[in-house]
């Protein structure tokens, strides 16, 4: 930790109808955020199986967000319901491993809302930036 | 023919896969008969010597049970795997790490801790820890030390072929076994066992209707179970729609939901985060708050509720390594 130089990498999944139109929308617009993120674009977020996040972990990734539509919003009628439940267990699941809260995200993210995108960015990666590189110590299971 | 040589080793296990492999019965004479057994720590005296002294590559396969968690356990796998030709990972620990690997999520320091000096039962005023090196009455001894995770066989050294289960069935053990015996080799790295789910030889998979919505679950000791109704759909989980079948659901025969010991079908990396993600789907709740609430009072356990066999594949220890 407090390696000065450390850049975070975090990859986002982004669901195609909402918070990957917003990235886009961020960028037409002009607006400045940090380029520590690797989006993914998946067709709704439901799609971001929870073997996605873990391998990213696995692969390098210092966090990772997975954003979609707001609830009701789902191009999908659910699927970002589905994400909802997922991401709510595999917080719990991701922090027993050791992986400190912060890391991993959620948020719901809709076409329009570009601003949303590059405030949860920046917030994001400053955060991780405190954490430091993801080194695994131990379990999280100590408490 | 020369009989083949077959060397069976154990790692951390709780002896549960010795008992499957004694379970043969009457097909160990079988066994006998087909290959000569160079090594069977938990039923014949060999010793570390004469497997040192055998030379490389001429046991034809070693079968080992259990994870790697003592550098007892990985000096020998990495011996028995010069020696040996084939080398199949025997039983769930082997495979993915299985219940002992479920310590991954603590430290080594606060298993110590525990283990030496806050469980109840525990006698120890002095406070005294495993020591790699110890004297005794003047005597220098060497014992092994205690690794700081747990990683499945194939971590350590190349694994050819995996036979599941917690412990593995004596059907799926000979299967296995016969078959390589006899040289009819699958695909390196095959598990054996069916390539699909255990829904699709599970007797009460008639019962199981297209879509399962459930509003809670329910742990298997607060309801009695109808043995000839899917468990799913009477609020309990099971892991049939996410583990490998071939075990013939002696589980669900049993009256016991599937815990999902075979580990995953093929194509699957993590079985827990599977799991996770069936379970998240089959429950019908869209508020978000109403379910973090369910969550917490189920008292949801996610590594033990889906990883409970697979964290040692899930685990992320090999960041520590690389960085």
Redesign the interface.
């Known amino acids: 930790m407090g390696d000065e130089n450390f850049e975070p990498k975090i990859v986002v999944i982004a669901c195609h109808w909402c918070t990957y139109q917003a990235i886009n929308l961020a960028g037409t617009s002009r607006f400045k955020y940090p380029p520590n993120v690797r989006v993914i674009r998946v067709m709704c977020s439901g799609r971001s199986?929870?073997?996605f996040?873990?391998?990213a972990?696995?692969n390098?990734a210092d966090g990772v967000l997975v954003a979609g539509c707001h609830?009701g919003d789902c191009h999908y009628v659910?699927g970002n319901?589905?994400t909802?439940?997922?991401t709510?267990?595999?917080e719990?699941?991701l922090e027993?491993?050791?992986?400190e809260r912060g890391r991993f995200r959620r948020e719901w993210i809709s076409a329009a809302e570009a601003k949303k995108w590059v405030d949860v960015v920046t917030e994001m990666v400053e955060q991780i930036r405190k954490l430091g590189?993801?080194?695994?110590?131990?379990?999280?299971?100590?408490g | 023919m020369p009989k083949a040589k077959v060397a069976f080793y154990w790692c951390a296990s709780c002896g549960g896969c010795e008992e499957a492999q004694v379970d043969l019965a009457d097909k160990l004479f079988d066994l006998v008969e087909a290959a000569d057994i160079v090594l069977w720590p938990v039923a014949m005296d060999f010793k570390r010597e004469d497997v040192e002294r055998m030379p490389d590559g001429s046991i034809d396969v070693a079968i080992i049970n259990g994870g790697i968690r003592m550098s007892e356990h990985e000096e020998m796998v990495k011996l028995l795997r010069r020696k040996s030709k084939l080398v199949v990972a025997y039983g769930s620990c082997a495979h993915m790490g299985g219940i002992p690997a479920l310590?991954?999520?603590?430290?080594k320091e606060?298993i110590f801790k525990y283990a030496y000096e806050e469980a109840p039962t525990v006698n120890n005023p002095e406070g005294r820890r495993p020591e790699v090196r110890a004297s005794f009455d003047g005597v220098e001894l060497e014992l092994p030390a205690f690794l700081d995770y747990l990683k499945p066989l194939d971590e350590v050294v190349e694994v050819d072929y995996y036979i599941p289960g917690c412990p593995p069935t004596p059907e799926i053990t000979w299967e296995a076994i016969s078959s390589i015996l006899s040289g009819k080799l699958p695909p390196k790295g095959h598990v054996f066992g069916s390539d699909r789910a255990l829904c699709y030889e599970c007797p009460l998979n008639e019962t199981k209707p297209e879509k399962i919505s459930l509003d809670t679950i329910k742990r298997p000791h607060q309801i009695v179970l109808d043995p000839n109704k899917c468990y799913l759909t009477q609020g309990v989980l099971c892991m049939g729609p996410v583990t490998r079948g071939g075990c013939k659901a002696l589980c669900i025969k049993g009256n016991m939901p599937c815990t999902g010991c075979f580990g995953p079908v093929d194509g699957?990396?993590?079985q827990?985060?599977?799991a996770?993600?069936f379970?998240?789907?089959i429950?019908n709740?869209?508020d978000?708050n109403t379910?973090?609430k369910l969550?917490e009072e189920l008292g949801?356990?996610?590594?033990g509720w889906?990883?409970k066999y697979c964290?040692g594949k899930?685990?992320?220890?090999?960041?520590?390594e690389?960085?």
């Open positions: 199986d929870p073997q996040v873990i391998e972990f696995r390098g609830p659910n319901m589905k909802m439940r997922r709510v267990l595999l719990k699941m027993q491993m050791g992986i590189p993801l080194v695994m110590r131990s379990g999280g299971g100590d | 310590a991954n999520a603590y430290t606060s699957v990396s993590y827990g985060a599977k996770l993600s379970f998240s789907s429950i709740i869209d978000e379910f973090r969550v949801v356990d996610p590594l889906f990883a964290l899930g685990t992320i220890y090999r960041k520590k690389e960085r």
